[in-house]
C-alpha cells in the first residue's frame, strides 16, 4: 500500500501539467472589425466571466480609406495571427502579425475581396479563398500561401464566390463552399488540386457532384447559397450553413451525400463545430441569435439572440467551453464579441468592438 | 483500492498524453532534405528539374513528396514539381516545401539558381552626329544590350575614347568636347563587346548669339522664355549650331538660399527666389548674357475664417455647396467610418452655419456626395452597408431641410460605390474600384444603367471621376488619368472622339511612376490658355499622408507633359479645385492650400512664392482634436468651403489684397 502515495503525487503532478487546459481561466481571441479597419484582441476571464478587448491593432494599407479586414487566423503554433485585407487597388491582401507584439511582420497580396482562412497543421500552408464578392460571377480561387516566407504559392481555381475555408482534423483537406454554384468543395491541402466538388442542391436525393465537373456552363441560380463549411473534429462530416434555405447540412464525406438537413433560424452564416464534437454553433446572419446544436440529438438546444444585428463569426475554445461571437451591427453601431457558455448554454458576456465585427479566431487559452 | 488505482492510472495516461507528443516530433527532426543539383546554372530560356529528396538519419530516401516555388515567378518560373524555366538572368532561390507525412515533420530548404546574363551583343550610344562644331560639346550615353537584347542596366560603359583628343576629347561623364577641327573616332568597350564611330569637328562659324527674353522683369514662378540665334561673322543664322543655356543667381536673400532658379534647355526658365538673375546663351566660347529682375510674387494673402460647421463626433468626408432653388445657399457633407450620415446645410449665414436635415442610410460610409447643376438632385455613395449591397442613394434636395429619398440603385454596385459625379442627367459612380457605371437619373425614382467604362489593363483599378464639357477625367492609379469622351463640346486639338454616356470613348491616359493617382481636375488657364489637367496622388509612406500634385500641359488628347508640380513636402494631397487659375487642394494634415496657378508652369510651385494663404482647420475637441486632416475645398461665390475629417464644414474668405507687386 505504500507505492499508492507516491503514485498519487506522481499522478497528481502530472494531472497538473496535463491538464492545464481543463482549468483555463484566461481566453483570447482575434476579432476584425471590418469597417473600422481594426483587429481586437478579446480577452476573456472564465472567472469572472466578463469580455474585454486587451487590445486594439489598426490594419490596412490607407488610414483615410475602409480597406476591410475580413478573415483572420491564428497559425498553429500561436506565434502569428494572419488578417486578409478585402480591397485593394484592386486586389486584397494578406497581412501577418506577431502574437507577442501584435506588430506587423509582412504582407502579400492576393485576389479579389479575400476572405476566410486556415492553416494546415501537416501542410503548414495558408489557405484562403478569395471571396469575390462584388466582381463578375466567374469562378475565383483559393490562394496557397507558405506564411514564413508570405510566399502566394499558386491560386486553385474553385467556385464562385467562395468562402468558409476551413481545414479538416487530418490536415489533409481544406473545405470551402462556393456560394453562388451551391458547392462544398475539398482541396487536397498536398497536391494543392480540388479533390472533390460536391453539389449541394441538386443532392437533395443523395446525389454527389464531381470533381471535373464544368461548372463555368452551370446555370447560377442558387437555392443554397452556402456560406460556411466546417469539419467535424472526429467523423467524417462537413458542417454547411446553407445561408439561402435556412438550413444547417451535414455531409458525409465518406460517401459524399447530404445525411441530415436541418432547419435554422433565419440566413445561417458561420458555423464551427465544438472540439468535442458535441454542438455546431451557428451564426444566423439574419435575426442576429446564435443557434446551439447538439449533434447527437439533432437538434438545436438553444437559440441565444445576440445584442445587435448581423451576427457573423464564431469560434470556439479548444476546451468546448465557450463560443465567441461576432455581430457587425448596422451602420454607426459597435460591433460586438459576445461570449457564450456552452456548458450553461447562456450568453455571459458582451463587449463592444470596432464596427462590423467579423473574422473572428480563437488564439490561446491559460 | 482497485478502484482508486485504476481512476489514477487513467488519468495519468490523460496527464501524460501530451508529453509522449512532443518527445515524438523531436526523434522526426532527423530528416532533412537533400538537394542534389543545388546552385544550378542555365541560360535564359533553359528548363530543368530541381533534384531533392527526402532523407532520413541513415540516408534513406523517404516516399515524401515535396513542393517546389519561387518569389520570381516572373524571372523563374517554377511548378510545383520543381520544373524550372529561367526568364530573365539573375540570382534565384527556389523554396523546397515538404508537408507532414508519413510520420514526418514539416521540412523547409531551397536551391539556389543562377539565370547566367547571355552574352553580350552591343553598346548603342544616343547620339553620333557626323560632324561637331569646333568648341561646342554633346553629352554621350552608351547602352549595352545582350544577345537577347535585353538593356543591360545594371552595366555602365566606363571605357570610351576618342582616337585623337587633340581633336575631341571624352571626359569621365561622357561629356565630348569637340576641341579643333579634325578627325576623330569614339570607341566604346565593354568585356569583349566593342563599338565605335567616325565624325569630324569643322571649324565653328558662329561670332554672335543675339539673346532676347520675353521679360526681363517678373516675379517668381513667371517662366521666362528665352531665344538665342548663333550667328556668323556674316549676320547669317547658324541653324545648326548648338546653343545651352545657363545663369547665375545674386537673390536677394543671400544667406544661404536653396535652389534660387532652375533652366532648361528649351529656354525657359523660372525663378524661385527674387533677386538678379544673369542668363546666358552659348555656342563655344561664343557667350550673349542678360540680366532679367525676379520679385517677389507677393501674392499671399490673408485668410478669414467666416464659420465653422461642427462634426466632430464622427469624420466629415466630401461636401458640395450649391445654390437651391429658393436662392439661398446650401451644402452637404458625407460621413466617413460613421453612422451612413448625410448633413445638410444652411450656409446662406455662413457665419452661422447650420444643419437643416440628416439623411441616414444604411451604410458606415458615406463617401461621396453631389448635387445636380439645377440644384434638384443629389447623390449620396454607399459603402459598408449591413446587407452588403452598397450601391448609390438619390436625393430630392429641392428642400433642403426636408430631403426625400427618390431611389435607391445598388443593381452591381454592392462593392461599394466609393465616388460619384452628376452630369446632364447621369451619375457616373466608381464601381467597386473596378470601373464607372453610367446611370440616367432623367426620371430620379427610376435610375437605369445606360453604359459602363472599364480599362483592360492587368489588374486596374479607379478611384475617382470628374467630368467638364462632357469628357469624363477619370482617377486610376497606376493607370494615370483616363479622359474618356462621354458627350465632348470640346474643339480644336482636345475635340471629342463621338461619345455619349451610352458609348463612352477614351480619349487619352497620362500615367506617372509612383501609381498613386487619386484625383483628377481639368483646366484651361485663362491666363495662357493652356490646357492642363491636373493629377492629385494619394499615398501613406509609413502610413502618413504624402504625395504631391502633377501639373500635365495638353497639346493634344495623345500629347501630354508633365510640366509642374506643387508639392508640400509635409503632407499629402487629397482632393482638389481650379477656379480662375487658383488651385485649391485639402492637402490632408497640410490643411487647405490656396495655390496662384495663373501663367506658365514650371518646376515646383510650392518654392516659387505662388501659395496664396493656407489654412489649418481643427477643432479643440473631439475624436481627434487639434489635428487637421483637409479632405476637399470647394470655392463657392466669394467664399472658399473646406470639408476637414476631423473638425467638419468651414467656410473662409481670403481677405483682400493690401499689397501686390507687379512685373513692371
Not at chain 1, 172 to 180: I, L, P
Not at chain 2, 391 to 404: R, S, Y
Amino acid at each position: 500500500m505504500k507505492f499508492l502515495k507516491p503514485l498519487f503525487t506522481l499522478v497528481l503532478f502530472v494531472v497538473i501539467a496535463g491538464t492545464e487546459n481543463l482549468q483555463a481561466q484566461d481566453y483570447y481571441a482575434y476579432v476584425a472589425a471590418e469597417s473600422e479597419d481594426m483587429v481586437h484582441l478579446i480577452h476573456f476571464n472564465a472567472e469572472t466571466q466578463q469580455a474585454t478587448i486587451a487590445e486594439t491593432i489598426e490594419v490596412g494599407r490607407y488610414p483615410t480609406e475602409t480597406d476591410g479586414p475580413h478573415g483572420i487566423t491564428v497559425a498553429p503554433d500561436g506565434k502569428h495571427w494572419f488578417v486578409s485585407i478585402a480591397h485593394g487597388n484592386p486586389y486584397g491582401m494578406l497581412a501577418k502579425y506577431s502574437t507577442e507584439t501584435n506588430k506587423l511582420v509582412s504582407t502579400t497580396d492576393l485576389g479579389m475581396f479575400p476572405a476566410s482562412m486556415e492553416i494546415s497543421e501537416v501542410t503548414g500552408l495558408l489557405y484562403v479563398v478569395n471571396f469575390n464578392l462584388h466582381g463578375e460571377m466567374k469562378p475565383s480561387s483559393v490562394s496557397v500561401v507558405e506564411p514564413e516566407s508570405m510566399t502566394r504559392i499558386t491560386d486553385i481555381e474553385t467556385g464562385i464566390m467562395p468562402h468558409g475555408s476551413r481545414i479538416g482534423a487530418s490536415g489533409k483537406y481544406q473545405y470551402h463552399v462556393s456560394m453562388m454554384t451551391d458547392e462544398l468543395i475539398q482541396i487536397n491541402t498536398q497536391t494543392l488540386e480540388v479533390s472533390k466538388r460536391f453539389k449541394l442542391s441538386e443532392t437533395k436525393g443523395g446525389m454527389s457532384g464531381h470533381k471535373d465537373m464544368d461548372h463555368s456552363k452551370m446555370e447560377h441560380k442558387p437555392v443554397e447559397k452556402p456560406t460556411w463549411a466546417h469539419p467535424h473534429p472526429t467523423k467524417p462530416l462537413i458542417y454547411v450553413a446553407a445561408n439561402g434555405s435556412d438550413e444547417l447540412l451535414e455531409i458525409n464525406t465518406k460517401k459524399w451525400e447530404i445525411t441530415q438537413r436541418y432547419k435554422t433560424g433565419k440566413a445561417p452564416y458561420n458555423l464551427e463545430v465544438t472540439p468535442d464534437g458535441k454542438y455546431v454553433v451557428v451564426t444566423y446572419k439574419g435575426e442576429g441569435a446564435t443557434g446551439i446544436w447538439d449533434l447527437e440529438e439533432g437538434k438545436e438546444v438553444a437559440k441565444i439572440e445576440n445584442s445587435r444585428k448581423v451576427s457573423h463569426g464564431v469560434t470556439i475554445s479548444p476546451d468546448s467551453k465557450y463560443a465567441f461571437i461576432s455581430v457587425e451591427g448596422i451602420g454607426g453601431e459597435p460591433g460586438s464579441v459576445e461570449v457564450i457558455n456552452l456548458q450553461t448554454l447562456e450568453r455571459v458576456d458582451v463587449v463592444e468592438t470596432g464596427k462590423q465585427a467579423g473574422g473572428i479566431y480563437f488564439w490561446k487559452q491559460s | 483500492m482497485g478502484k482508486a488505482v485504476k481512476f489514477l492510472l487513467i488519468i495519468f495516461v490523460i496527464g501524460s498524453y501530451q508529453v509522449s507528443a512532443q518527445d515524438t516530433t523531436g526523434e522526426e527532426s532527423q530528416v532533412q532534405i537533400v538537394v542534389e543539383n543545388d546552385n544550378l546554372e542555365l541560360n535564359v530560356g533553359d528548363e530543368a528539374v530541381i533534384n531533392a529528396k527526402v532523407v532520413d538519419s541513415e540516408g534513406t530516401t523517404l516516399a515524401d513528396t515535396l513542393i517546389f516555388f519561387s518569389r520570381n515567378r516572373r524571372a523563374l518560373s517554377v511548378t510545383r514539381d520543381g520544373h524550372i524555366k529561367a526568364l530573365k538572368p539573375g540570382t534565384y532561390n527556389v523554396f523546397i516545401f515538404k508537408t507532414q507525412q508519413n510520420g514526418n515533420p514539416r521540412l523547409r530548404s531551397q536551391a539556389t539558381v543562377n539565370v547566367i546574363y547571355p552574352p553580350l551583343d552591343r553598346i548603342a550610344f544616343n547620339t553620333t552626329p557626323e560632324q561637331l562644331y569646333e568648341g561646342t560639346s554633346i553629352q554621350l550615353e552608351a547602352r549595352v544590350y545582350d544577345k537577347l537584347d535585353f538593356h543591360r542596366e545594371d552595366l555602365e560603359v566606363d571605357n570610351i575614347t576618342s582616337s585623337n583628343p587633340e581633336v575631341a576629347e571624352v571626359d569621365k561623364f561622357g561629356k565630348l568636347r569637340a576641341k579643333s577641327p579634325g578627325s576623330f573616332t569614339i570607341t566604346a568597350l565593354i568585356e569583349d563587346v566593342t563599338t565605335e564611330w567616325s565624325s569630324e569637328v569643322i571649324a565653328n562659324p558662329v561670332t554672335s548669339v543675339d539673346l532676347s527674353v520675353n521679360s526681363d522683369v517678373v516675379r517668381t514662378g513667371d517662366v521666362i522664355n528665352i531665344t538665342a540665334v548663333p550667328k556668323d561673322q556674316n549676320g547669317n543664322v547658324v541653324q545648326d549650331a548648338p546653343v545651352t543655356y545657363s545663369f547665375t543667381a545674386q537673390p536677394d536673400d543671400d544667406r544661404g538660399p536653396a535652389a534660387p532658379a532652375q533652366i532648361e534647355q528649351d529656354g525657359r526658365f523660372v525663378a524661385n527666389k527674387s533677386g538678379l538673375y544673369t542668363i546666358m546663351a552659348k555656342n563655344a566660347s561664343t557667350i550673349s548674357e542678360t540680366t532679367v529682375r525676379v520679385n517677389p510674387r507677393n501674392v499671399s494673402q490673408k485668410i478669414e475664417v467666416v464659420g465653422h460647421g461642427e462634426v466632430t463626433d464622427v469624420p466629415t468626408s466630401d461636401l458640395w455647396v450649391w445654390e437651391g432653388v429658393d436662392g439661398k445657399d446650401y451644402a452637404v457633407t458625407g460621413t466617413h467610418v460613421g453612422r451612413g450620415e448625410a448633413f445638410f446645410w444652411d450656409v446662406s449665414d455662413p457665419e452661422n452655419m447650420v444643419t437643416i436635415d440628416t439623411v441616414t442610410v444604411d451604410a458606415r460610409v458615406v463617401n461621396d456626395v453631389k448635387v445636380s447643376e439645377d440644384g434638384r438632385i443629389a447623390v449620396i455613395s454607399r459603402e459598408g452597408a449591413s446587407n452588403r449591397k452598397n450601391g448609390l442613394v438619390i436625393l430630392d434636395v429641392t428642400d433642403p431641410a426636408n430631403v426625400k429619398i427618390l431611389s435607391r440603385f445598388d443593381d452591381g454596385l454592392t462593392g461599394g460605390v466609393h465616388n460619384v459625379f452628376i452630369y446632364e442627367d447621369h451619375v457616373y459612380a466608381i464601381n467597386n474600384g473596378r470601373r464607372y457605371d453610367i446611370i440616367n437619373i432623367e426620371d430620379p425614382e427610376n435610375p437605369y444603367r445606360v453604359s459602363k467604362f472599364e480599362l483592360d489593363t492587368p489588374g486596374h483599378s479607379v478611384h475617382d471621376v470628374w467630368i467638364e464639357d462632357g469628357v469624363a477625367y477619370s482617377s486610376n492609379w497606376t493607370d494615370g488619368v483616363v479622359a474618356v469622351d462621354v458627350g465632348s463640346n470640346m474643339s480644336g486639338e482636345m475635340q471629342g472622339a463621338g461619345g455619349s454616356p451610352e458609348n463612352p470613348k477614351k480619349l487619352g491616359s497620362f500615367t506617372y511612376p509612383s501609381g498613386w493617382n487619386h484625383a483628377a481636375f481639368p483646366f484651361k488657364s485663362q491666363s495662357t490658355d493652356d490646357f492642363y489637367v491636373i493629377a492629385g496622388d494619394e499615398t501613406f509612406p509609413d502610413g502618413i499622408p504624402a504625395g504631391w500634385i502633377h501639373f500635365f500641359k495638353l497639346n493634344s488628347w495623345e500629347e501630354a507633359e508633365e510640366v509642374a508640380r506643387y508639392e508640400v513636402p509635409e503632407a499629402g494631397t487629397h482632393n482638389l479645385w481650379v477656379k480662375d487659375d487658383v488651385l485649391y487642394v485639402a492637402y490632408y494634415q497640410g490643411g487647405l492650400r490656396i495655390v496662384d496657378i495663373s501663367g506658365e508652369l514650371m518646376g515646383n510651385l510650392y518654392d516659387q512664392g505662388r501659395e496664396i494663404a493656407k489654412f489649418l482647420p481643427k477643432a479643440g475637441e473631439g475624436r481627434s482634436p487639434n489635428s487637421p486632416m483637409a479632405w476637399g475645398p470647394q470655392p463657392y461665390k466669394d467664399l472658399i468651403f473646406v470639408a476637414d475629417m476631423n473638425s467638419g464644414l468651414w467656410a473662409l474668405k481670403l481677405q483682400p489684397v493690401e499689397e501686390t507687386a507687379s512685373a513692371e
